[in-house]
């Protein structure tokens, strides 16, 4: 991933306004996108201790599945469907519970093992850049409040689920998220999850049509070794998984690539 910003974990952790400081590289030198390394990449409960740690200078560290606590696993299973979270194929660009009120701000991921068979790269995309290339008449169709999706269930301290939202928001701008998955494609093609008394169908699919090929030009992937975590701000960036590598029925459950990931939500008290 070409700018995306490397950091040591150790040099977050020490000094006098230490959880300052990887707040302060995130939010500046990061663009909202960093890839910390710890200097053991075998010692995950240690690692993933000092993560929570990070993440609670950027927000609330979210139980989004109260059963899991903050962490739940990012396993591959060869039964599942290869495009969604635990497929082995690719997971096209998306951000995560896109019709939530209060959908997660930032999302990490802690890589336990990589893919013994060399895939499954992470994908980030600059939707700001994206939604900047885009014609103005098609940003106008992109913030009509008429697009919709189905509502993640077992979700928690992510809001409620909107019943229309618009897919740009008027700014572009921290604390707005761009909802956008490229899932919804297909179906606005059929002229589902769209209000038509707000907007033609047409219309809508041919603008989104055209906000996917500009995410997608914005892709950059990067492939997590153990003992990394990277971090983003899904308000500004989409993310999905590359395609894991052949051969993943021959690999034993596990040996196969483990991710496992956090959401942070805004601070809960102001
Ligand atoms: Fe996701």
Redesign the pocket.
């Known amino acids: 991933m070409s700018d995306l910003l490397e950091l040591p974990a150790g040099d977050l952790l020490a000094g006098p306004t230490a959880h300052r400081t990887f707040a302060e590289a995130f939010a500046t030198r990061g663009h909202g996108r960093a890839l910390v390394t710890f200097d053991d990449p075998t010692a995950h409960r240690r690692n993933q201790d000092r993560a929570l740690a990070l993440l609670s200078s950027l927000g609330t560290v979210l139980a989004v599945y109260p059963h899991l606590g903050p962490w739940s696993d990012l396993s591959v299973r060869t039964d599942a469907d290869p495009g969604r979270?635990h497929g082995i194929g690719e997971?096209k660009l998306?951000i995560?519970m896109v019709e939530r009120d209060l959908t997660p701000r930032i999302i990490a991921l802690y890589c336990v093992r990589d893919d013994p068979a060399g895939g499954g790269a992470s994908a980030l995309a600059d939707m700001w850049a994206a939604v900047d290339s885009l014609a103005s008449a098609d940003r106008e169709i992109l913030k009509c409040r008429a697009y919709s999706y189905w509502a993640d269930e077992g979700v928690h301290g992510v809001g409620e689920s909107l019943e229309r939202f618009p897919i740009v928001p008027e700014h572009l701008e921290w604390g707005f998220p761009v909802r956008f998955t490229s899932k919804m494609g297909p179906h606005l093609d059929k002229a589902e999850l769209i209000d038509t008394t707000l907007l033609s169908a047409d219309q809508a699919a041919g603008a989104f049509g055209r906000l996917v090929a500009a995410v997608y030009a914005q892709r950059t992937t990067v492939r997590l070794r153990p003992g990394q975590l990277l971090i983003w701000d899904q308000q500004r960036y989409a993310?999905g998984r590359m395609p894991l590598g052949d051969g993943q029925g021959d690999i034993a459950d596990g040996e196969r690539r483990l991710l496992q990931q956090a959401y942070v939500g805004e601070a809960g008290t102001r």
């Open positions: 979270t997971n998306h995560d993310h």
